[in-house]
């Protein structure tokens, strides 16, 4: 599976729009982007994925650059709730490879 | 419905003992996962099922670590004289068929701690 690279730590206003990068240069064409995080204490919680087009659901965006070399996670209004270490994993099936993802702490 | 769920919760074992640690997946999943999270530390992925199959155990930290599944439903992780190396919380996860965009459903963890 292609190495992910993320900034260590991010703060977020309340209310603002949280925009969290990831570099995946060596992304293979059939590997998916997945995004997880993780709140203190409990398990990982699947956000969002995506092959190339941008996803968006319930709870993220998923920007995908054209050439597939890079992601953006997008939380649209964020909440003191969405406080967590947040994963960028790039594979193609179930054998997710964790990195030491993203610390964003969402401030009042 | 239900979700993962694992058990115990917590576990504090002397060294050298043996521990299991159980997994129900959610209930229709045909994948399992096991992952281990140290203190302060990414998760590290350990074994896989699908069905009751593991094909790959690459994964697990030593021969002293064995999982297991049954009934293509509940799963056992089994550490043979344990060591304080091995205090960690360990996590399962289950999802539909292996390849494919399935999302995994983590449950709570099993907290291990080995005085």
């Known amino acids: 599976d292609a190495k992910t690279t993320q900034p260590t730590s991010m703060d977020c206003a309340e209310g603002r729009a949280a925009n969290l990068p990831c570099n995946h240069s060596?992304?293979?064409?059939?590997?998916?982007v997945y995004w997880y995080r993780q709140i203190h204490s409990q398990g990982p919680q699947y956000i969002i994925h995506?092959?190339?087009n941008n996803e968006t659901n319930e709870m993220a965006s998923l920007i995908i650059t054209e050439d597939r070399k890079s992601s953006t996670l997008i939380l649209p209004h964020a909440t003191l709730r969405d406080t967590a270490v947040y994963y960028c994993?790039?594979?193609?099936?179930?054998?997710?490879?964790f990195g030491a993802g993203t610390q964003v702490v969402v401030t009042p | 419905g239900a979700g993962v769920s694992q058990s115990p919760s917590n576990k504090v074992t002397e060294k050298g003992k043996d521990v299991e640690l159980r997994c129900d997946p959610i209930?229709?999943?045909?994948?399992l996962y096991w992952y281990r999270q140290s203190l302060g530390q990414g998760l590290e992925f350990l074994i896989y099922?699908?069905?009751?199959?593991?094909?790959?155990k690459s994964g697990l930290p030593s021969d002293r670590f064995s999982a297991e599944r049954t009934g293509g439903s509940v799963s056992t992780l089994t550490i043979q004289r344990t060591q304080q190396e091995d205090s960690a919380v360990y996590l399962c996860?289950?999802?539909?068929?292996?390849?494919?965009?399935?999302?995994?459903?983590f449950g709570p963890g099993t907290r291990l701690t080995v005085t």
């Open positions: 996860a289950s999802s539909f068929p292996l390849v494919g965009t399935y999302e995994q459903y």
């Open positions: 060596t992304i293979s064409g059939n590997e998916y």
């Open positions: 209930s229709g999943h045909t994948a």
């Open positions: 994993i790039a594979a193609y099936w179930g054998k997710l490879q």
């Open positions: 099922f699908q069905g009751n199959s593991a094909p790959d």
């Open positions: 995506g092959l190339k």
